[in-house]
């Protein structure tokens, strides 16, 4: 190999140092997002946390509102990773589901979820684009991956799901619940552990009796 070559590939994309520095740009981002808001968090300021050049961040990123959706789909997949939704059709569907139902209902009762969230509703009307961004990068991928989850219980004669758009939506909805609303409002009180598990189990409980196979 010449010296050409070798310098063509060692200043090719994706090498380890590209990736500790794309790595760096998602948790400061995250973070800075999730404390000052979209609007309240510059490229600058993201960068400076990092340690990078800002052309570093928006070489990775092209634009703010490809960062932000990153970041959120960084934090969906951290605590909602793709593995959680791969059927185990020899498992009990009840362990599986409740296991899916934790992991949700942490992942969306958290401070930064919160706090994300209601960045998207104050300024939904100003930013449209970022909310369908958000839903896109959220909600969306994680009730499609819980839908194709369904699908194959489904297919396996585990459940018995004429709908599985609507059945995926109603699962999410039902574990929100009235605590989530509450949090939102600013007005709900940290439910105990056992509450937890009793709202967690009543949920799973209901959606297998509403989807039992005939």
């Known amino acids: 190999m010449n010296s050409s070559s070798?310098?063509?590939?060692s200043g090719s994309p994706g090498r380890?140092?590209?990736?500790?520095?794309?790595?760096?740009?998602?948790?400061v981002a995250k973070r800075l997002f999730t404390t000052h808001g979209f609007e309240g968090t510059s490229m600058d300021a993201i960068a400076a946390a990092a340690g990078v050049s800002k052309l570093t961040v928006y070489s990775h990123f092209q634009d703010k509102e490809r960062l932000?959706?990153?970041a959120?789909?960084?934090?969906?997949?951290?605590?909602?990773?793709?593995e959680l939704f791969m059927a185990d059709l020899?498992?009990?569907?009840?362990?599986?589901?409740?296991t899916i139902a934790r992991a949700f209902f942490a992942l969306v009762t958290s401070d930064?979820?919160?706090?994300?969230?209601r960045t998207i509703v104050a300024n939904a009307r100003q930013s449209p684009k970022l909310a369908q961004l958000f839903w896109e990068a959220g909600p969306k991928r994680t009730q499609e991956a819980f839908e194709s989850f369904l699908?194959?219980?489904?297919?396996?004669?585990?459940?018995?799901i004429p709908d599985l758009h609507r059945a995926s939506s109603q699962f999410f909805c039902l574990l929100k619940g009235e605590y989530h609303a509450r949090l939102e409002c600013g007005c709900g009180a940290p439910l105990t552990p056992r509450e937890i598990d009793e709202h967690l189990n009543a949920t799973v409980d209901m959606?297998?009796?509403?989807?039992a196979p005939r």
């Open 6 to 9: 070798a310098v063509a590939r």
């Open 16 to 27: 380890p140092k590209d990736l500790e520095k794309r790595a760096a740009i998602l948790d």
């Open 68 to 70: 932000f959706t990153a």
């Open 72 to 82: 959120v789909a960084c934090v969906c997949q951290e605590q909602m990773p793709p």
């Open 90 to 98: 020899k498992g009990p569907i009840r362990k599986q589901l409740l």
């Open 112 to 117: 930064e979820a919160l706090s994300v969230h």
């Open 151 to 160: 699908r194959q219980e489904v297919e396996a004669g585990k459940l018995d």
């Open 207 to 211: 959606f297998l009796r509403a989807y």
